[in-house]
């Protein structure tokens, strides 16, 4: 029990008598004005908030009464970049498709191009049907599949066919077509932001949502608005959770061109930025004339064709203004490089319109798209699946420097040889001398032919017995040649500069290596994978 003094109990009292007015009082009218006022702003706050969302779309994921995707599944093989006469081991890929209607799904290229068997799936797995590719562009990541038997063509029955529409601008809100747990179908809006030119050979639609995006996000899956596709997804960043989008203009582009072209044009040429001015007053540029240096020319580029120099100066492509960073103001994509806009204005087979200066004049001129500063180069890209060529000869290995062997050897050991880089760079030299392709002795497996070069590797081969080589076809000609000691002398681009095989001896190594490691010694001509099976199996 606890006893209070008289002093406590008054002050007890008092306590009490507070608490009790404090509970009956009132709002004053300024007090409840300012309550109604507080209210009241926040209620217009939350209008504007709701009207902002309203705007823009953005609501939160919704079911989908129907599914409008497809798997697309792919068994693949490469070969190995090293090693080219054996292919690595089989992988699976599973990515989506929407349909497009007449029997044609549309996807991401991805591995289409190395498949070995491609299938179509409805989500559900409640059916599975051989396909087959129509058409890919690995360029701009797109392909085009479709059943290989017409009796599979009912597989379609289960889904919409969708249209393309109008591409995305920045600001725009569109609806990504996903699944829960491979089944149930969700939508999601998601906002374009911004443009994305590191991803990809074509500036991409980088997009947002407000909401959670499902777990399983998938390559070659639609974003839709209107019904209408005005996007793929190109690669999701779980990071940053944003997607990199094909717009519609290129899968347009995509559907409109040849089978075995791309769409994405290659002028040929190097540019650099104009920040010194001293050498901006030296290319005698005027105050706030902004453009890119052309540093480099790919002398069967459309560029150099069409009479840009070494020195020029780009100020504009089909009239819009390069600024001081080198980017154009792009109608769809905002602000972007110059050489992603001009892959991305046009397809191959029309041409681009720049603004040039030269020696202090402007004038403009019309550069041809197409690939040529590729496909005409000594160092060329191949289509990716075709089977590398290549000449294993006494257990030295030689290959064609080409774009898709130096790319991966750059990826796996992060830089290049020097031999490489310089034989990259003097495309001009190369073709100047009558060289189609660079042949470079890139492995050395030990035999009694090698005994003493165990260090070489990574150098280019400049001449077999004196003689200039100029293909890798013709490199084996000259390597079959006779000569009369039976000797073979190599000219390479490093020490020891020469370097010489005895020919009887490679021969015996040779079969040593075609019984127990390599049966296929050579591979000389892009044959298709089914003509190199075949080859393989004969030897």
Not at 426 to 451: H, S
Not at 491 to 510: C, G, V
Request: net charge negative; aromatic share 6%; proline share 7%.
């Amino acid at each position: 029990m606890i006893i209070m003094n008289k002093f406590q109990q008054t002050a007890f009292l008092l306590f009490t008598l507070c608490v009790a007015l404090l509970g009956s009082c009132k709002p004053t009218p300024r007090t409840a004005n300012d309550h109604r006022a507080e209210t009241e702003r926040l209620e217009d706050e939350h209008q504007v908030v709701s009207r902002t969302m309203d705007e823009a779309e953005v609501v939160s994921p919704t079911r989908q009464t129907a599914a409008d995707l497809l798997y697309v599944c792919v068994t693949y093989r490469s070969y190995n970049p090293y090693r080219p006469w054996e292919m690595e081991a089989g992988h699976f890929v599973k990515t989506s498709g929407v349909y497009l209607g007449n029997g044609q799904v549309l996807t991401t290229a991805g591995k289409l191009p190395t498949a070995t068997y491609l299938e179509l799936r409805l989500p559900d797995q409640s059916r599975a049907v051989p396909a087959r590719v129509i058409k890919a562009d690995p360029d701009t990541n797109l392909a085009l599949v479709t059943v290989q038997h017409e009796d599979d063509a009912d597989i379609f029955d289960k889904v919409s066919a969708h249209e393309v529409g109008a591409p995305l601008m920045i600001g725009d809100v569109a609806q990504l077509q996903s699944l829960i747990n491979d089944t149930e179908p969700v939508q999601v809006d998601v906002r374009a932001e911004s443009a994305n030119e590191h991803a990809a050979l074509i500036p991409l639609m980088t997009m947002r949502s407000h909401a959670p995006l499902p777990q399983m996000i998938e390559p070659g899956m639609p974003l839709l608005k209107n019904g209408r596709i005005v996007g793929l997804v190109h690669n999701y960043e779980s990071n940053s959770q944003s997607l990199n989008i094909i717009n519609a203009e290129m899968i347009r582009r995509f559907l409109l061109q040849e089978s075995d072209s791309s769409g994405v044009p290659v002028i040929g040429g190097g540019m650099t930025l104009l920040n010194d001015p001293v050498f901006r007053k030296y290319l005698k540029l005027e105050d706030g004339t902004n453009g890119l240096y052309v540093s480099e020319l790919v002398p069967v580029g459309s560029a150099a064709a069409a009479g840009i120099r070494k020195g020029d100066v780009i100020v504009s492509v089909e009239d819009m203004p390069v600024n001081a960073s080198g980017v154009c103001n792009h109608p769809i994509y905002g602000k972007i490089s110059v050489p992603m806009v001009i892959r991305s204005l046009k397809p191959c087979g029309e041409s681009v319109t720049l603004g040039v200066i030269r020696d202090g004049k402007p004038f403009r001129v019309s550069v041809p798209l197409n690939h040529d500063a590729l496909d005409k180069s000594p160092i060329r890209r191949e289509k990716q699946g075709t089977p590398p060529r290549y000449v294993m000869w006494g257990g030295m290995l030689f290959q064609p420097l080409t774009h898709n062997y130096l790319d991966a050897l750059e990826a796996r050991v992060g830089s290049l040889p020097i031999s490489f880089v310089r034989a990259k760079h003097d495309v001009e030299e190369l073709l100047k001398q009558g060289r189609t392709e660079p042949v470079a002795l890139t492995l050395l497996i030990p035999t009694p032919a090698t005994l003493g070069y165990d260090s070489l590797g990574f150098c280019v081969v400049e001449k077999v017995n004196g003689e200039l080589v100029r293909s890798l076809e013709h490199f084996a000609e000259l390597l079959d040649a006779p000569t009369p000691d039976g000797t073979v002398e190599f000219t390479i681009d490093r020490a020891p500069y020469k370097i010489y095989m005895d020919q009887q001896l490679a021969n015996a190594s040779n079969d040593v290596l075609r019984r127990n490691a390599i049966p296929n010694l050579r591979r000389l001509r892009e044959a298709t994978r089914d003509e190199s099976s075949v080859v393989e199996r004969r030897h």
